[in-house]
């Protein structure tokens, strides 16, 4: 549920009081933080993100990926 401006670009739609970013619903408040940063980041670089963007990114944080908490913590440590 993004916005078209004046301009035909995509406007992006952050409502802390429900959680959601483009209409998106994303109940885990560490979730929701994580996704908006990242939204926020590179919306400043030029992206415009969809609503189907923000259900894949949720999509992708509430699943479970053992190989790559496996490299990060390779990389990182615990």
């Known amino acids: 549920m993004a916005v078209e401006?004046?301009?035909g670009q995509l406007s992006l739609i952050i409502d802390d009081q429900s959680q959601s970013i483009q209409?998106?619903?994303?109940?885990d408040r560490a979730?929701?933080?994580?996704i908006k940063f990242v939204v926020k980041s590179n919306v400043m670089?030029?992206?415009?993100?969809?609503?189907?963007?923000?259900e894949e990114?949720?999509?992708?944080?509430?699943?479970?990926h053992p190989k790559l908490e496996h490299q990060f913590k390779t990389i990182f440590g615990d």
């Open 57 to 64: 990114l949720k999509s992708f944080m509430e699943t479970e």
């Open 31 to 34: 979730i929701y933080q994580n």
């Open 5 to 7: 401006n004046e301009d």
């Open 23 to 27: 209409g998106v619903k994303i109940p």
């Open 45 to 54: 670089e030029g992206w415009q993100p969809t609503s189907a963007d923000i």
